[in-house]
């Protein structure tokens, strides 16, 4: 059995005492977990890809199935409503037959109008979690994605079972195997688009299947940063590739960064060892009990001493932070907790009551939790040429600037480096290094 097949029957095990624990808490006897459908694309016949909701998929590894639904009672084994209907349009998934369906009751149905029918009948004491209220009330559930309710459930979700890790391992080797396709398609000469072909072919991965768009950005457009329009000409003169991409096992993503310069020696290729050197030292401070917003703080400034180091800018640490420098050149977070969405749920939330901590004034952050053991999380760190940013900065601060400097780097675009880590108690499990991506 491989680690993830073997570590899910204990997922279950902990997602239903978590459930237990939390129904009671709300006074609730259980939950409906709705699959979703396809939403229909506005005056056609199509559909836009359908997406699952990511409740249904921490419980089943079930991505592709709309319709179907869970339902959760506390103290029960959970009933899986498996939707195949009679169709000759279109393929019908087969019963799925794996070792994780002995850990649900499977409840095949063929029309939609049977749903009623299965729902508890002691609906009024069930809540309704998924994206069509209107659904929810013709099956009488009354109590739709209660806020409380969820803040509890996603709060429990920052811990990840042994499953869940192994899920975004995969998703992780996967994700390798297209970054190195793509590396090599860069420095063969590929177009923006030629490599992301490379890398879905790596994968085996369709466009719809990632997690997220890729983003593919060769020179300049490395400081675009959710970069996706992907140019089909290569450009006349290879300077720069970024890649942002990852893949998926069982609806678990992974999130993966990487910058490369197509000639060595030069001002990009040091930016891109240095930031490399800086992305690993900030790993080397990860453990239980360090505050997400303190990890960030400390990143800008080690980007005001490369701003110092590559004479970007000039003046001290503080300085440059205070005067906005270092946003410009750095104006994104460190990273965000990752798992069933790539930017994964309660970043902010510092209990399971829905307490809330917003990053500080004027940061751009997605996590502001204190860390704890089982936690994933990405760390991105990136410096970039936006001359948007740059050109909003005060005078004062435009007077430590070095333009002709910062002209050499403008046609590099940025650099960005990322990994997925989980915390542990001695410090991290790099689900990404551990495969041979440098």
Not at 203 to 209: I, Q, R, S, V
Request: glycine share 6%.
């Amino acid at each position: 059995m491989d680690a993830i097949a073997q570590h899910y029957p204990e997922h279950i095990q902990t997602l239903r005492q978590r459930s237990d624990a939390i129904l009671a808490d709300h006074q609730l006897t259980g939950v409906v977990i709705d699959a979703g459908r396809a939403a229909g694309i506005f005056l056609d016949d199509m559909e836009y890809p359908f997406k699952v909701n990511p409740h249904f998929k921490h419980w089943v590894p079930l991505t592709d199935n709309p319709h179907c639904m869970l339902i959760i009672r506390a103290g029960a084994k959970p009933i899986l409503l498996y939707f195949r209907p009679v169709d000759f349009w279109h393929k019908v998934a087969p019963l799925p037959t794996d070792a994780w369906v002995d850990q649900v009751e499977l409840v095949e149905f063929a029309r939609l109008e049977q749903l009623l029918e299965l729902m508890p009948a002691d609906k009024a004491n069930f809540a309704y979690i998924g994206a069509h209220a209107d659904h929810a009330a013709k099956l009488g559930l009354a109590q739709v994605n209660p806020k409380p309710l969820l803040d509890a459930y996603h709060f429990s979700r920052s811990i990840k079972t042994q499953y869940e890790i192994e899920c975004m391992r995969e998703a992780n080797r996967i994700a390798v195997l297209g970054h190195k396709a793509a590396r090599d398609a860069f420095m063969a000469g590929g177009s923006e688009f030629e490599i992301q072909q490379a890398y879905l072919s790596a994968t085996a991965h369709g466009e719809n299947d990632v997690p997220y768009g890729n983003i593919v950005a060769l020179n300049q457009n490395s400081a675009i940063l959710h970069y996706t329009k992907l140019e089909r000409q290569a450009p006349q003169q290879r300077l720069s590739f970024l890649i942002d991409a990852g893949a998926q096992v069982n609806g678990y993503a992974s999130d993966i960064t990487r910058s490369y310069a197509f000639e060595q020696g030069n001002l990009y290729a040091d930016l891109v060892a240095t930031m490399d050197q800086h992305q690993q030292q900030i790993l080397t401070q990860i453990k239980p009990g360090v505050r997400y917003t303190d990890l960030h703080l400390e990143m800008h400034k080690r980007v005001a001493q490369m701003l110092n180091q590559f004479e970007l800018a000039q003046g001290d640490e503080q300085t440059l932070i205070d005067l906005g420098i270092t946003k410009a050149f750095y104006p994104h977070g460190l990273g965000h907790p990752i798992g069933l969405q790539v930017h994964d749920v309660a970043g902010f939330l510092q209990d399971a009551n829905g307490t809330e901590l917003a990053p500080p004034a004027g940061m751009t952050l997605r996590c502001t939790r204190v860390l704890e053991v089982g936690m994933v999380i990405t760390i991105e760190p990136g410096l970039y040429v936006i001359d948007s940013l740059l050109n909003d900065l005060s005078d004062e601060a435009k007077a430590l600037l070095n333009p002709q400097r910062i002209d050499e780097l403008r046609p590099y675009g940025g650099v960005r480096i990322e990994d997925d880590v989980v915390v542990l108690a001695d410090g991290i499990d790099n689900l990404t290094r551990g495969f041979d991506l440098a």
